[in-house]
């Protein structure tokens, strides 16, 4: 079974640094991209970026670049997303989601189950 | 950026109804569209990939059609595990940007 499972919860405090991981299991994890999503408190989903693990290279969304980093480790067939300096404002959902296919036919499956991070003073 | 506008934000239905939820792109986009379920608490869901292909063990009620810029899910014969909120996604061009999301009500 293909699987994303992704770090636990995370409460940190404005100006921390911050590491979550989703870790990939059941296929190839060199031979997909992983792509990260944010969900604020009550709103909808944003994509952030995807790292092709295989060689980490790395895409990031306009709105994102330079506010997080996105890596993977592939000996552990692990992804990560990454902030040095956390702001109220990074309170979300984050999701983790394996890119399926090819250009024009890409899609995300499966998820993983999220993990939450609030930024609280 | 790719914009994409889903309508309605919101629709409230009955069990048996069928439903149609709209996706516009900003730009043309080929047929490169995407549609996810997302329940509360749950992450999302793939239902429907390059806008008509049903992902596998996805129920034969839900349907994806369009091309271009204009894009319908439709759920024929609503369940009650229909009622979640759906959200398009274009995939041509990075960022993979999402619609704002349709919450589908009881």
């Known amino acids: 079974e293909v699987q994303l499972v992704q770090s636990g919860a995370e409460v940190k405090k404005p100006g921390e640094s911050l590491r979550i991981s989703c870790k990939g299991s059941?296929?190839?994890?060199?031979?997909?991209?992983i792509g990260w999503v944010r969900q604020m408190p009550g709103k909808g989903l944003e994509w952030m970026g995807v790292i092709y693990p295989g060689d980490s290279d790395t895409k990031y969304s306009p709105s994102f670049q330079g506010q997080v980093t996105i890596s993977a480790d592939k000996s552990i067939s692990t992804a990560y997303l990454q902030w040095t300096s956390l702001k109220a404002s990074d309170t979300a959902m984050y999701y983790c989601?394996?890119?399926?296919?090819?250009?024009?036919?890409?899609?995300?499956?499966?998820w993983g189950q999220g993990t939450l991070v609030i930024v609280s003073s | 950026d790719i914009q994409m506008t889903q309508s309605p934000s919101s629709l409230s239905a009955s069990v048996g109804d069928r439903v149609t939820i709209t996706c516009r792109a900003s730009?043309?986009?080929?047929?490169?569209l995407n549609w996810y379920q997302q329940k509360p608490g749950k992450a999302p869901k793939l239902l429907i990939y390059a806008a008509s292909s049903l992902q596998s063990g996805v129920p034969s009620r839900f349907g994806g059609s369009g091309s271009g810029t204009d894009f319908t899910l439709t759920i024929s014969g609503l369940q009650p595990e229909d009622f979640a909120t759906y959200y398009c996604q274009q995939s041509y061009s990075i960022p993979y940007t999402f619609g704002q999301g349709t919450k589908l009500e009881i």
């Open positions: 730009q043309r986009i080929s047929s490169s």
């Open positions: 059941g296929y190839s994890f060199t031979s997909y991209w």
């Open positions: 989601a394996r890119r399926v296919g090819s250009s024009p036919g890409i899609w995300f499956d499966p």
